[in-house]
Structures are given as C-alpha cells and as structure tokens.
C-alpha cells in the first residue's frame, strides 16, 4: 500500500491512458469483421456520412456499431470510477462502492420491475425505473443510518448490505413471475452488455455523466478533509452532514 501511495500522479495518469488508447484501438479494429488499423484512420476521416463503395462494409460497422461501444464504455467507465472515488472518500473506505447505500440494488429491483411489466418497449422506461430505484434505495439507506441527526457510517454500511440483499429477494420474485421473454431480458440485462449501444445511448447518457462529474470535482477538497475524519473534517468547517 505504501509503494501504490508512492506513485507519481502523472506517471499513473500517462499509464492508464497509454493502456486505453490501445484497448480503444483494440476494440476497433478486432471483432467479426477485421478492419485494419489504417482503413480505422481512413474511415474515421471520412466522417458519418462518408459512401464508399471500398470502405461501405468497414464504414458502417466503425461508426454504427464499434465506436458507439467504445464511446459508450468510456462514458459509463468513468462515471462508474467517478461514483467509487466519491464514495471511497465519503466513506474513509478504499473498498466503499455505490451498492454499499444500495444504490446497485435499489436499480436493479427498478429495472426489473419495468421489464416484469413490460416497459421495456418504452423509450427509457427501464432507465428511469433504474433511477427511481436507486434513488429510493439510497433514501431509505440515509435515513435508517441517522442517529441523533447524525449518520453513522458503520451502520449506513450495514443498512446498504440489508437493503442489497432485499433487493435480491424481490428481484428474485419479480423473476419467479415473469414470462419466459421477459426472464431473457432480465438476465441480459443483468449480465450487462455494450452489444446494443447507439449514438442515441451515448447521447442520453454523455450529459449526465459531465454534469455529475463536473459537480463532484467540486467537492474534491472537502473529500480532502474528510479523511481526515468528521471531527477534524468538521472542526475546519466542512459541513459532514450535509456533504454526505
């Protein structure tokens, strides 16, 4: 642990983004159909709306289905490695994680009550259960872990683990009444998959991610503080209560 608190902050930065410029053109140019480095460059200077008898295949697999997915998986990579350092200094924990206030749980019975009752079909609908779900989780969290007007964190933590496991149950139910289509969907979307990612995903989800990343730069002293612990944390102004 020492060795890794020792590592210089722009040598780890130049490191992980040497190893996703190679993933990215991994990602691009591997698959069901090879497209060649350079045809990669070539198509991707021609733009969206380029034709070209020579490059057409190559062309709509690059930017209808492979950039897409990358696009997409560096949006949502971030937003994911955003919420984990944000809880990890909320909490004083490196291990501290969204599904630790039920966040993970809480969407997932979300999800998995809109395809149960198939909205699926609708535009954002398991999305906008998702949310519901985490944010309800997470209320319900908070407010089981205040004692005296104050959060306690070890038992937040217990509360997150009961609720998660809540949600298992219920998704588990939710599963033992669906249909055999809706079974598929619920365990499609479970495992997770960039598989289907469009232009119109990233679209939706690119705002939010720079709004909730934009707005947790902001707190990036007052986490600073915070581990110091709440007493030293608060005892220099940092309101703990109400940042957490």
């Known amino acids: 642990m020492s060795e890794m608190r020792r590592l210089n902050p722009k040598t780890v930065a130049i490191v992980l983004t040497v190893a996703l410029v190679i993933v990215v053109i991994n990602a691009l140019t591997t698959g069901a159909y090879t497209i060649e480095l350079s045809e990669v460059f070539k198509v991707l200077f021609q ?67 809109a395809i149960t009752l198939g909205l699926s079909r609708i535009t954002l609908g398991v999305q906008v259960f998702a949310f519901i779900g985490g944010t309800l989780a997470t209320a319900i969290v908070y407010g089981l872990s205040r004692v005296d007007g104050k959060t306690d964190v070890v038992t937040l933590i217990l509360t997150g683990i009961a609720i998660n496991a809540l949600s298992g149950a219920l998704i588990g139910l939710a599963v033992f009444i669906a249909d055999d289509d809706q079974i598929r969907t619920v365990t499609f979307w479970s495992l997770g998959s960039l598989g289907l990612a469009t232009w119109r995903a990233v679209a939706v ?40």
């Open 47 to 113: 733009g969206p709306a380029a034709t070209s008898d020579s490059t057409s295949i190559s062309h709509a697999v690059f930017w209808n289905v492979r950039l897409p997915r990358v696009a997409l998986a560096i949006v949502v990579g971030a937003s994911l490695a955003v919420a984990g350092v944000v809880m990890q200094g909320v909490f004083r924990n490196p291990l501290a994680e969204p599904a630790t206030v039920g966040v993970s749980g809480g969407a997932a019975v979300g999800a998995v009550i």
């Open 205 to 244: 989800v690119l705002p939010l991610a720079i709004i909730g990343i934009a707005l947790s730069t902001k707190f990036t002293r007052t986490l600073d503080l915070m581990a110091l612990g709440d007493r030293s944390a608060a005892h220099v102004g940092v309101p703990v209560e109400r940042v957490r």
